[in-house]
Each structure stands twice: as C-alpha cells, then as structure tokens.
C-alpha cells in the first residue's frame, strides 16, 4: 500500500540510509582513491538531485518573517484574534486538519483530528470500532462528530491543497458557518453563527 499523496520527504530516510550502506560497503573495497572518487560523485549526485528543491528554500532563510514558525505564530494569532474579534466561545473546539495553528493559538482542537490529515485520510478504511479505538474520525464520519459538538469555527485549506477539505467545508456551509479569509495565508477560516 503506497501512501497517497507521496511526497518527496518520504524518501529522505531510505534514500540517507542507502548512501550510509554504499559507503560502509566500499569502506574494504578498493583502494582508498577509488573510494574517495566514488563518495566524491555520490555527493554530487545527491547535490544534483536535491539542489533544485533546496536552493529556492535557502533565499528564504534570510528573510525571518518567512520561516514556519513565524508564519504559523502569525496565523495562529491571527485566527485567535477573529474569533475574538467575532465574539466566539474560545472555549469551544476548532475543527482543522491542521491542528498545529489551533495549538497553536492555545484553543480547543477535536481529540480526533489531533493527527492531522493521517488518520482522517484513511479513516473511512478502518471499521467504528478502530476508529474509537484510535481516536479518529474520517471523512464520511465528520459531520456526526460535528453535530454531536459544534465547532466554533472550522479552519481550512492547510492541507492537501483543500481537497481532504471538502466534508468540513461543506458542514460549515451547510450550517451556516461564515467564511473568512486569515490575511497573509491561504487558510480559511468558518465562523460558526450566532445562537
């Protein structure tokens, strides 16, 4: 079973531990020049392949307002400042496949999506039992999970480029929930309405 998206990430371990492997393999091998020959081309092949990827990521090193901690205190606050702003019960959870901003700002997240996408994704795979068991929920499961405890606002569009979305956006629109954008991100924010 191949994970679904698969991201490059994936193969960063694999790929470190088979350079390791080849070069405790050739460390009896050969003459020491063929040896130091052979580490010299594995690394610029692994400069090669990760350079491309790697180079545009370091231009933002410089720049601190870029880095992902900055930009997730940012939108954290930003999201705990609107429902303020809006007068919403920061007691009351946040639903989010993207907990970490949630955490983040120091509000409530559902226990079963504190994994994220990971086991939503494939909760719809697991029987209720597993999923009570694990403490998640899934796609096809949300809505119940919602209606039992309504969310004050639901925060989107984090993950998997809002496709994995779609069944908390259609709650919150099918609820009522207000739409608004969090400024500097591409986040999403549904603000449960008025009781």
Do not use: C
């Amino acid at each position: 079973m191949t994970p679904t998206p698969l991201f490059p990430q994936y193969f960063a371990m694999p790929v470190s531990f088979l350079y390791l492997l080849l070069i405790f393999a050739w460390q009896g091998a050969g003459n020491a020049t063929v040896r130091k020959i052979f580490l010299a081309v594995l690394v610029l092949f692994a400069v090669a392949v990760y350079a491309p990827e790697a180079l545009p990521l370091m231009s933002r090193v410089r720049d601190r307002q870029q880095w992902s901690g900055v930009t997730t205190r940012r939108v954290a606050s930003d999201v705990r400042t609107i429902l303020r702003e809006h007068g919403l019960d920061t007691g009351q959870p946040v639903a989010t496949l993207a907990p970490l901003y949630v955490m983040e700002a120091n509000l409530p997240i559902y226990p079963e999506l504190a994994t994220g996408p990971f086991l939503y994704r494939v909760g719809d795979l697991l029987t209720p039992e597993q999923r009570a068991r694990y403490v998640g929920t899934s796609p096809a499961t949300i809505g119940a999970l919602l209606d039992r405890n309504p969310p004050a606002a639901i925060l989107v569009k984090f993950e998997s480029e809002g496709k994995l979305d779609t069944p908390l956006i259609a709650y919150a629109t099918s609820h009522g929930y207000q739409r608004i954008g969090i400024p500097n991100s591409r986040g999403e924010l549904y603000l449960r309405p008025p009781q």
